[in-house]
């Protein structure tokens, strides 16, 4: 096998036989797994769900699991993390909103065809691994991994009992309306409520009233939240102040999450910087100077100076964008905190400079 490889690289130079193989096939690389576009859905005016056929090394998803996209924009590659919003077993796909440049890009310009890049599927934020009655707390974009787990488990398991509490600005903004009412129709266990802030303001968490009244039974189930920072901290909120009153007994409590509540983020706030000085950025490899200030990530830095900067979740949870210090300190912008050892690997989305920085990238 080695040989014929071997064989087959002599023939191909300089290409490699897995480009040449590429060419026929788009999705295949030995190097860069990719996802073929097989179908493209328009769920309102500012989002779309994209379908891929992932080629050779995609781990099959779990319900709720995300991964990172890589996009190409102006020949420069650019990744984003998504949920996967499709049922697990099945092809997975993307639900894009339009909030900036890629996911622009995705929903308006994505056609069946077109090749993704891919990194294999990630994140904590999955189904029990035993029954449980469950309510979910979604708002906005925050719906994606809810829906691929809603997708999995009501049709499959129709004894689940299920409480969504969906919010969106108007019907028409509320992306899965339709097909979310007509699983509600069809499995009584599965419930579905649906919160317009256009017309009703937005969700009270600021005390358990308004849940009590959707969802009387909510402190007795394993509860999962995803949307915009100020309706998950909201949630985070009441949940800790249940479980410290008493409300939620310890014993509803996820093995993975005291609070009982799981959250899937986004984005985060990077706030940590703020009124302090920066400095002179060099980047080695790639030999670039920049002046940068003490509250921008080194990642926006260096995509801003052209250099090539790996990235993924852009919010400090998937360390792909580790990059070696040589010399200077960062500050965490979650924390505030300030650190630096030569040599250290640094999460460049979550890290400003503290003072002159030299990265080895
Ligand atoms: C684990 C994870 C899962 C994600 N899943 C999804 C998903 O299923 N669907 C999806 O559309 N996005 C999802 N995102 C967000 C996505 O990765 C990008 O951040 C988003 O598409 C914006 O990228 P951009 O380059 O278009 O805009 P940028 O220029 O990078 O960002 C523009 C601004 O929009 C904010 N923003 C990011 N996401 C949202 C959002 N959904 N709604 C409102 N503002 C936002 C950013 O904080 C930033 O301030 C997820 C992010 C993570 C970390
Ligand atoms: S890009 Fe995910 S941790 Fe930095």
Do not use: K
């Amino acid at each position: 096998m080695i040989r014929l490889r071997r064989l087959a690289s002599v023939l191909t130079t300089p290409l490699a036989p897995e480009d040449i193989l590429a060419l026929f096939n788009p999705v295949f690389s030995a190097r860069q797994l990719r996802g073929v576009v097989t179908r493209v859905v328009q769920e309102t005016a500012q989002s779309a769900t994209i379908y891929f056929h992932p080629g050779r090394g995609w781990q099959a998803h779990l319900a709720g699991q995300w991964a990172r996209i890589g996009v190409e924009l102006d020949g420069v590659r650019h990744w984003r993390s998504y949920s996967l919003s499709a049922p697990a077993g099945t092809d997975p796909a993307i639900t894009v909103t339009d909030v900036g440049a890629v996911s622009g890009a995705l929903v308006r310009t994505t056609r069946p065809g077109d090749v993704l890049f891919l990194a294999p599927p990630q994140g904590n934020f999955i189904l029990p691994e035993h029954p449980r009655s469950l309510l979910m707390l979604t708002a906005g974009s925050g719906i994606t991994p809810v829906m691929s787990m809603i997708r999995t488990l009501v049709p499959r398991r129709p004894d689940a009992d299920v409480v969504l509490i969906h919010s969106a600005r108007t019907p028409q903004d509320s992306i899965f309306r339709e097909e979310l009412a007509e699983l509600a129709d069809q499995f009584p266990n599965f419930r579905v409520n649906q919160w317009f802030t256009g017309e009703q303001g937005r969700l009270d968490f600021s005390s358990t009233v308004e849940l009590e009244r959707i969802c009387p039974d909510w402190a007795e189930r394993a509860a999962y939240a995803c949307g915009p920072e100020g309706f998950l901290d909201d949630a985070e909120a009441l949940w800790a102040a249940a479980l410290e009153s008493g409300a939620i007994g310890s014993d509803v409590a996820l093995r993975d999450d005291p609070g009982s509540l799981m959250i899937e983020r986004f984005t985060t706030s990077l706030a940590g910087g703020a009124g302090h000085d920066g400095g002179l950025v060099t980047f080695e490899s790639s030999d670039r100077e920049v002046e940068a200030d003490g509250d921008t990530p080194l990642l926006d830095v260096g995509e801003d100076a052209g250099v090539l900067m790996p990235s993924g979740c852009r919010m400090g949870i998937c360390h792909s964008c580790l990059t070696p210090l040589l010399a200077g300190h960062v500050r965490d912008l979650r924390t505030g905190e300030v650190h630096g050892e030569p040599g250290q690997l640094i999460q460049t989305c979550v890290s400003a400079a503290a003072g002159p920085v030299n990265l080895e990238i």
